[in-house]
């Protein structure tokens, strides 16, 4: 694209997102760094909706790295509640301990020293770097990597999994100001968020739909079929519904009631972890993929074992 076709892209888009972007909290002035990385690692691959509920109650008891570092890792992966994929909560507990030891308590300000931080990535440390410091950097997530496919190379969507070219592509259209670069970033994700969306786009609301390549080239399909993430009956379900077992209980459940379900297996402590024991299951899984899945979150370090049975990382 020429020159001036990029400007125009950069004023109409960051001009609709000035007048449309939602209110998020993350977004206001007054929030920090910290609570930006919080934001950041838990709405991937989670939407807003499900996210602020919990980043509010996190934000509430930890409003610092510090606050968090202080207690069980075990703690984070508790109130991490349902919001899916609990090793992000770990890596959080990791990254605001790397934080305090390393970083005086504070986070990191620039894109190189956040990917010194356990479980932080290349798009979470561009995020935080621009959204948090204002700092130029190439933010690409799937929001805005579906955008471009459509606004530039007018594919319906875009590649199955990030792509040289695609950052190359990024690159080439970020504004060269510091500012100008964090206004785009934020403006293109939320395009993609609210009207440029995987399904069902509002091509009729969009700032650039004039100079859309999909649009022009008639809307064609989509290069490949998307596959989506199977629930019901999979490991994931059912390492969901050991997790929900062990949230609720005030301490370690006998791996033998996780496995098998028996009633008279139950310590007392464990009493308020019935009611999701009986959601595991009624899953009625076999007793191999409970083993499997079990196996998993010790595994992965979402539970431990000892003597009295299982319970979430101390």
Known sequence: MEPD????????????????????????????????????????????????????????????????????????????????????????????????????????????????????????????????????????????????????????????????????????????????????????MELGALVCTARSPRCDDCPVQADCAWVRAGRPEPHYVPKGQSWHGTDRQVRGALMAVLREAEGPVLRELLLTGPVDLVAPEADAALGPLAALHALAAPPEQLERALDGLLRDGLAELSDAGVRLPA
């Not at 934080?99 to 440390?125: F, N, Q, S």
């Not at 959204?131 to 690409?140: L, M, P, S």
């Open 5 to 188: 076709q990029i400007l125009q892209l950069h004023t109409r888009i960051t001009s609709w997102f000035a007048d449309n972007a939602r209110r998020l909290p993350w977004r206001e002035p007054d929030c920090g760094a910290w609570g930006i990385l919080v934001s950041e690692v838990m709405l991937q691959q989670t939407p807003v909706v499900r996210v602020l509920p919990v980043w509010q109650e996190w934000m509430e008891r930890w409003p610092e790295p510090g606050a968090l570092a202080a207690e069980a890792s075990g703690e984070a992966v508790r109130a991490w509640g349902r919001l899916g994929y609990p090793r992000r909560a770990l890596r959080l507990h990791a990254a605001a301990t790397a934080i305090v030891a390393d970083h005086g308590g504070k986070v990191p300000d620039t894109y190189a020293r956040l990917l010194t931080l356990p479980g932080v990535g290349d798009y979470t440390a561009a995020a935080v770097a621009a959204f948090a410091f204002g700092r130029r950097e190439t933010v690409v997530d799937t929001n805005i990597r579906r955008v471009h496919a459509r606004l530039v190379t007018g594919n319906a969507l875009p590649s199955q999994s990030l792509t040289a070219a695609e950052m190359r592509l990024a690159v080439s259209l970020l504004p060269v100001d510091d500012a100008g670069s964090v206004a785009w970033n934020a403006a293109v």
